[in-house]
């Protein structure tokens, strides 16, 4: 009986392997004569987690939860606020202990960083000092760690003087300084203005491009999410309901006719809603899509 | 209507250029005025205030029983300096005010920290503290001569109990308050123990305890005067009592200036701590760049 559930378990992960592969080529195939695949050094840990359940005071917040993420994939979680999405981070980080269930990591004892909604600056430490915390006086890493982010020139300042965006960049720059394995990121640009969070965005995805470390990312913006995500994770009630691959190629182009149709297939999905033709003629569908992302969020 | 349209065909230029000195010295004029107003006016009130003091007296209209003299203050001010009595009285007394704080804030602070961090703490110790607090450090002054005599030991032990309870509270309250968001961040880039106290737990409690230090400074010189009125023999208040008995009212009134004066320097000190260790703080940036 043993033996047999082993064995397919070990098919199911060779088809996985298989059914990887092919999206991989789809996804060259796609990208066709454009810029090929950055040569991304795999430093990341896979994860995985198996029957994950977690409850506060008797609520069920995540119901028996699977996922496996590949090493150096970057998985998007969406959903709903309250739907579990940021338990789920928070269980992953090791923030909090889950009741049932169990959380693996391929890399031995791997290094994870948070990225915090809140940039969680300490504000009567200096930018740079801030950047060094628990890296033992380091201060040269530091250093290049705001350079990455483009603010070397404020490493002497207080966090109270910067602006929202850069506040959220030294915090970025303080999980990428200890090379972590698994970057998880709790809505890290929700309180960002709109520029600021594409800038952002870029940011994110051109580090994690250099630095090949696996990323989890939980928002409730679908556009953030196509334009980041490998894989996109819906979570409902507690559980997985969608697990979606984008093929995009990278950097993607918001006015990207591909992109606008997936946009659209989430939200209506998420909505629970039929989604639109997608209709040529219309031209700029951009201004519906606002008005959908926003009956959303109400 | 008539003096429009004067205005309209006078020549700007030539009002211009014969108006560029004038104006440079009134804007400089307007200048000097503000930095008067600003420096000068404050004093003006005391200053009056001083004089008509002066004038009461010298017409007989304010007995110098009741109230001396600014001049014979000044004077007996001036004539304990050189006699060197003013010097020991305040040396003796500045050291109680140091000593029985360090004593009394440390211990507050010590055990602030301790109850701040450990619930254990808490439990064991907050109400008995809760209960002492409400008991006003002075009403223990008789038991405090029969435990100490009338001894330095009384007047240290009243200062020190006074002192604790505004540091404690507040070191207690600073701890508690600290943003549990920085310590999980703290935790996950793997500060722990002495060093997540020292990079989190402690700065953060810091203004809170601050407020505690500034509280309990101000309490030091209310407590030293009583304390000091207990049978002693050097300090401002044993110097005032002194002068009390021999109807010196311009002594008395040289003690309580130097009270209002040592008083007065605690504060500046204590705000001089805070903007130095709260340099980080919104708040405090703004007053250094004012």
Known sequence: ?298 | MGTLTRDFHHPPQTAATADVAPAAASARLLRQWTWLRQHLLPWLVPLLLLSSWQLASQTGWLSSRILPEPWAVARAFWSLSVSGELFLHAKTSLWRATSGFLIGGGLGLLLGLLTGTFRVAETLLDTTLQMIRNIPALALIPLVILWFGIDESAKLFLVSVGVFFPVYLNTFHGIRSVDAGLIEMARSYGLSGWSLYRDVILPGALPSILVGVRFALGLVWVLLIVAETISAQAGIGYMTMNAREFLQTDVVLVGILLYALLGKLADVLSRRLETHWLRWHPSYQSRSKR
């Open chain 1, 1 to 298: 009986m043993n033996a047999g559930i082993q064995s397919l378990y070990l098919a199911r992960t060779e088809l996985m392997q298989l059914k990887q592969e092919l999206d991989q080529d789809a996804a060259q195939e796609f990208s066709g004569t454009a810029s090929p695949p950055p040569a991304v050094s795999k430093t990341g840990t896979a994860v995985r987690l198996h029957g994950l359940e977690k409850a506060y005071q008797g609520r069920a917040i995540l119901k028996s939860l699977h996922l496996e993420i590949d090493a150096g994939e970057f998985v998007v979680v969406i959903g709903r606020s309250g739907c579990g999405k940021s338990t789920l981070l928070r269980l992953i980080a090791g923030l909090e202990q889950a009741d049932a269930g169990t959380l693996e990591f391929s890399a031995a004892d791997p290094a994870i960083r948070v990225m915090f909604q809140d940039s969680r600056l300490l504000p009567w430490k200096s930018v740079l000092d801030n950047v060094a915390l628990g890296l033992d006086g380091q201060t040269r890493l530091a250093q290049q760690a705001l350079a990455n982010v483009a603010l070397a020139d404020r490493a002497r300042e207080w966090p109270a003087v910067l602006s929202g965006g850069q506040r959220q960049r030294v915090a970025l720059a303080r999980a990428l300084v200890h090379e972590p394995a698994l970057l998880l990121l709790d809505e890290p640009l929700g309180a960002l203005d709109a520029l600021t969070r594409i800038e952002m965005q870029t940011l994110i995805e051109d580090l994690w491009q250099e630095r090949g470390f696996t990323a989890v990312l939980v928002t409730h913006d679908v556009q953030e999410a196509i334009a980041l995500a490998d894989r996109m994770i819906l979570i409902e009630d507690g559980q997985i309901t969608l697990d979606q691959r984008v093929h995009l190629p990278r950097p993607r182009q918001r006015g990207h006719a591909e992109f606008a149709a997936l946009e659209d297939k989430i939200l209506a999905r998420i909505l629970n809603r039929p989604a639109r033709a997608p209709d040529a003629d219309l031209g700029d569908l951009s201004l519906l899509k606002t008005v959908n992302q926003v009956t959303w969020a109400i």
